[in-house]
């Protein structure tokens, strides 16, 4: 008989914890799960599911702009915020559901509430204060929403709020130029909403390629949204009508909301890491090798609380790796190159490996761009002036394809596909001599050119 009360205890039931979690039980091991939140993580509860769902309802109002071009007649049109709201939540507790029974049905336990390290084999359960054992310990807990230090930061809400809000503002301003800020930017404009999205550097999407964040930014603007670059904010004033948000620079503007949208970390805090002697990095993530192992023999990490690549999809990737090193006996390090993602702004971006600078600074001369701009058959007759934009990176004699950047309608479902190319080392030669889909957006990736030096 084992010593410990469970083979493996997960801290966190989001996407990787529990597929580690469901995977060891359907070995046979005995298994618990504890979970502080609604079991499903940031993406089932406050990330990438409501978010799309509500960019789907930003959508709408554009489309149904467009639809008149298209012969339809529109009267009578408005937009019930709570009605979305509600709806969105009432799915959100549905797959929260699905993830509790996943888990219970294949013989793990779920904890539904915090557990915090006593020792390398020991948690405790932040409400009962009952202490459990565990041979391997598993840390899956996340990240979440981190605002700057400023005088008056209470009074700015994070991404979490914005799902619940008991209603629209007029007015928005939006702190940050990533991801999150510039889809909720979207949203929000999308929803009728005046917004401004101030942000401290020259242009959105830092680490995306160059030319992807000069179309992101214009493609803002075309939104309605006011862009601001070189901003930090100082302070948010509460004021009788709303807020006044102070920057560096003197610049002082007026809004009904402040959305801070700065950034994410590691949600490791009092979490006791240090009772049990892991080793953390200086904004808090779990340091692991490649097999997801802390410095602490039994103990591993997966997910965005190793700060990696934060992305679900990865975090049940390592999910299995650490399965499959633990339990199968054939150690797996999760590949972290060549990850397809998107940033759901309007037009979406899909992106799979190097953008153009990094592959120049790996491959110097060696490296060839192709490129195309062309506005999609569908805005064409709806008058819009949103615009396709492709690039393709290939580098060597072979002109293997390193690199996919596409922003347009459909792009995320399309650099799906494209990210099994480039994992596969194909070259621009396989696209060449693929056949291309006719009238489509994609077809235009097989049909490419070097662009001009």
Same mark, same amino acid.
């Given at each position: 008989?084992?010593?410990?009360?469970?083979?493996? &205890?997960?801290?966190?039931?989001?996407?990787?914890?529990?597929?580690? !979690?469901?995977?060891? @039980?359907?070995?046979?091991?005995?298994?618990?799960?504890?979970?502080?939140?609604?079991?499903?993580?940031?993406?089932?509860?406050?990330?990438?599911?409501?978010?799309?769902?509500?960019?789907?309802?930003?959508?709408?109002? =554009?489309?149904?702009?467009?639809?008149?071009? $298209?012969?339809?007649?529109?009267?009578?049109? *408005? &937009?019930?915020?709570?009605?979305?709201?509600?709806?969105?939540?009432?799915?959100?507790?549905?797959?929260?559901?699905? $993830? *509790?029974?996943?888990?219970?049905?294949?013989?793990?336990?779920?904890?539904?509430?915090?557990?915090?390290?006593?020792?390398?084999?020991? %948690?405790?359960?932040?409400? *009962?204060?009952?202490? %459990?054992?565990?041979?391997?310990?598993?840390?899956?807990?996340?990240?979440?929403?981190?605002?700057?230090?400023?005088?008056?930061?209470?009074?700015?809400?994070?991404?979490?709020?914005?799902?619940?809000?008991?209603?629209?503002?007029?007015?928005?301003?939006?702190? !940050?130029?990533?991801? #999150? @800020?510039?889809?909720?930017?979207?949203?929000?404009?999308?929803?009728?909403?005046?917004?401004?999205?101030?942000?401290? !550097?020259?242009?959105?999407?830092?680490? &995306?390629?160059?030319?992807?964040?000069?179309?992101?930014?214009?493609?803002?603007?075309?939104?309605?949204?006011?862009?601001? &670059?070189?901003?930090?904010?100082?302070?948010?004033?509460?004021?009788?009508?709303?807020?006044?948000?102070?920057?560096?620079?003197?610049?002082?503007?007026?809004?009904?909301? %402040?959305?801070?949208?700065?950034?994410?970390?590691?949600?490791?805090?009092?979490?006791?890491?240090?009772?049990? =002697?892991?080793?953390?990095?200086?904004?808090?993530?779990?340091?692991?090798?490649?097999?997801?192992?802390?410095? %602490?023999?039994?103990?591993? /990490?997966?997910?965005?609380?190793?700060?990696?690549?934060?992305?679900?999809?990865?975090?049940?990737?390592?999910?299995?790796?650490?399965?499959?090193?633990?339990?199968?006996?054939?150690? +797996?390090?999760?590949?972290?190159? +060549?990850?397809?993602?998107?940033?759901?702004?309007?037009?979406? #971006?899909?992106?799979?490996?190097?953008?153009?600078?990094?592959?120049?600074?790996?491959?110097?001369?060696?490296?060839?761009?192709?490129?195309?701009?062309?506005?999609?058959?569908? +805005?064409?007759?709806?008058?819009?002036?949103?615009?396709?934009?492709?690039?393709?990176?290939?580098? =060597?004699?072979?002109?293997?394809?390193?690199?996919?950047?596409?922003?347009?309608?459909? *792009?995320?479902?399309?650099?799906?596909?494209?990210?099994?190319?480039?994992?596969?080392?194909?070259?621009? /030669?396989?696209?060449?001599?693929?056949?291309?889909?006719?009238?489509?957006?994609?077809?235009?990736?097989?049909?490419?050119?070097?662009?001009?030096?």
């Amino acid at each position: 008989m084992s010593k410990y009360d469970y083979d493996l &205890f997960v801290i966190g039931a989001g996407s990787g914890g529990v597929r580690a !979690g469901r995977l060891a @039980a359907q070995l046979g091991k005995k298994v618990a799960v504890a979970e502080e939140s609604k079991p499903g993580g940031t993406c089932v509860i406050r990330g990438c599911v409501p978010k799309k769902y509500l960019v789907y309802g930003a959508e709408f109002g =554009g489309a149904i702009k467009s639809a008149q071009k $298209y012969g339809w007649s529109i009267s009578d049109v *408005s &937009f019930d915020w709570s009605a979305l709201r509600d709806s969105i939540q009432t799915e959100v507790n549905r797959l929260s559901g699905i $993830y *509790s029974n996943i888990l219970e049905k294949n013989g793990a336990t779920l904890f539904n509430e915090r557990a915090e390290f006593v020792d390398a084999h020991t %948690v405790r359960l932040q409400n *009962s204060g009952k202490e %459990v054992t565990a041979k391997t310990i598993l840390v899956a807990v996340g990240g979440r929403p981190w605002m700057p230090e400023i005088k008056g930061a209470e009074h700015a809400i994070m991404s979490d709020d914005a799902f619940l809000l008991d209603k629209l503002p007029e007015s928005i301003l939006i702190i !940050g130029g990533g991801y #999150i @800020a510039s889809e909720f930017a979207g949203i929000f404009a999308g929803m009728g909403v005046k917004t401004v999205q101030a942000y401290r !550097g020259d242009r959105l999407l830092k680490g &995306f390629d160059a030319d992807v964040r000069e179309i992101a930014g214009k493609h803002q603007n075309m939104l309605g949204v006011d862009t601001r &670059f070189n901003l930090s904010p100082t302070e948010i004033k509460k004021t009788s009508g709303g807020y006044i948000v102070s920057f560096d620079d003197g610049t002082k503007i007026g809004t009904d909301l %402040v959305f801070m949208a700065t950034g994410r970390r590691p949600h490791t805090a009092s979490l006791g890491l240090e009772n049990a =002697g892991v080793a953390t990095d200086k904004n808090g993530a779990v340091i692991v090798d490649e097999f997801s192992r802390s410095n %602490v023999k039994n103990i591993y /990490a997966v997910g965005d609380v190793t700060d990696r690549v934060n992305l679900t999809p990865v975090a049940i990737r390592e999910g299995v790796a650490f399965i499959d090193t633990v339990y199968n006996d054939t150690p +797996n390090a999760y590949d972290h190159t +060549n990850i397809a993602s998107a940033v759901f702004t309007q037009p979406p #971006i899909g992106v799979v490996g190097m953008n153009e600078a990094e592959a120049r600074a790996a491959y110097g001369d060696k490296i060839e761009v192709y490129t195309t701009s062309f506005r999609p058959m569908k +805005n064409a007759l709806a008058e819009k002036e949103q615009r396709c934009f492709m690039k393709l990176i290939t580098e =060597g004699r072979k002109q293997r394809v390193i690199g996919i950047h596409i922003v347009g309608d459909d *792009s995320p479902e399309i650099i799906q596909a494209l990210g099994i190319c480039v994992k596969a080392g194909l070259t621009k /030669a396989d696209f060449d001599q693929t056949c291309a889909v006719h009238p489509t957006l994609a077809e235009e990736i097989v049909t490419l050119k070097a662009r001009a030096s």
